[in-house]
């Protein structure tokens, strides 16, 4: 059922970058951290997060290299596809999906705040026009509702063991552990031995990708959760990003938006 809702979905004629599911990359989209057979639901443009589906299995996981804890890169964020639709409804967007591991409630409905501020800047109505029809679509299609994914998803990922998910040598390479090995006892029962520590460590990578996201409406969500949950201020953010000021205040400027030192955001100009 869901391999075939994901099939259903992407041949319809929305926008998908409207609500976070990129589609391009579809060929290329593995981390150190994806899973083996791992198959391509979507990507939300930066930082490499993307949602996938694994085999033999109706979640619907999220994969985020920048995690950078062993047991947090892969997360599921929902039972099946039409669940994870229907979260995306209620978030009209997929980011969302991949922040709740660590967000308190609070942090959440902040966020969600934020993006319906968003809606306020008349220089995104033609991108919220894509977003509420891509929306529309999708509730439609699938005669879905908004479900609230907060509790849900917590309570999802407190009971996930991620001792079932099949990594690469390169994973274990990265974050410096041991692959788990089969062994037979004497009466041909396979029991898997648990990962250990590996006496050399290599640092943790990822792929190269840009740490801004490109498109500017991304961008700008992207840069006010950095704002509100990791930076003091814009200087400290570009410092850490190894971004240019100039640039990101620009880019931004052009969809109507300037940064207010004394809320530490973007806010419409």
């Known amino acids: 059922m869901t391999r075939d809702d994901l099939r259903r979905f992407r041949a319809l004629d929305i926008n998908f970058d409207s609500i976070g599911l990129l589609q391009s990359g579809a060929d290329d ?10 198959e391509f639901v979507g990507r939300i443009g930066c ?4 949602f996938i589906l694994l085999p033999g299995d109706e979640r619907v ?3 985020d290299p920048s995690m950078g804890e062993r047991g947090t890169y892969v997360l599921p964020v929902a039972g099946d596809f039409r669940e994870f639709l229907s979260f995306i409804l209620y978030c009209q967007d997929a980011n969302p999906l991949s922040q709740i591991y660590w967000m308190t409630r609070k942090q ?3 966020l969600a705040a934020e993006d319906a501020d968003a809606r306020k800047n008349e220089y995104q109505s033609r991108f919220f026009e894509e977003k509420d029809k891509a929306l529309a679509t999708t509730a439609k299609e699938f005669d879905l509702t908004p479900v609230d994914p907060f509790k849900k998803v917590k309570a999802m990922q407190k009971k996930f063991d991620p001792a079932v998910l099949n990594f690469s040598e390169e994973y274990y390479d990265a974050v410096g552990y041991v692959p788990p090995e089969e062994t037979e006892d004497a009466e041909g ?3 898997i ?4 520590h590996s006496t050399v460590f290599t640092a943790s990578f990822k792929k190269e ?3 801004l996201p490109q498109d500017p409406n991304i961008l700008l969500s992207y840069v006010n959760t950095k704002l509100r949950d990791e930076y003091g201020s814009l200087s400290a953010l570009c410092d850490g990003l190894d971004a240019e000021q100039t640039e990101l ?3 931004l400027a052009g969809v109507g938006y300037a940064y207010d030192p004394d809320t530490n955001q973007f806010k419409p100009a």
């Open 249 to 251: 205040e620009a880019k």
């Open 47 to 50: 930082d490499g997060v993307h």
């Open 61 to 63: 996981f999220c994969v």
């Open 193 to 196: 031995m648990p990962e250990t």
């Open 209 to 211: 990708e840009p740490m």
């Open 108 to 110: 959440y409905q902040e």
């Open 189 to 191: 029962t396979v029991k």
């Open 29 to 38: 989209f593995a981390y150190f951290c994806t899973p083996v057979d791992a």
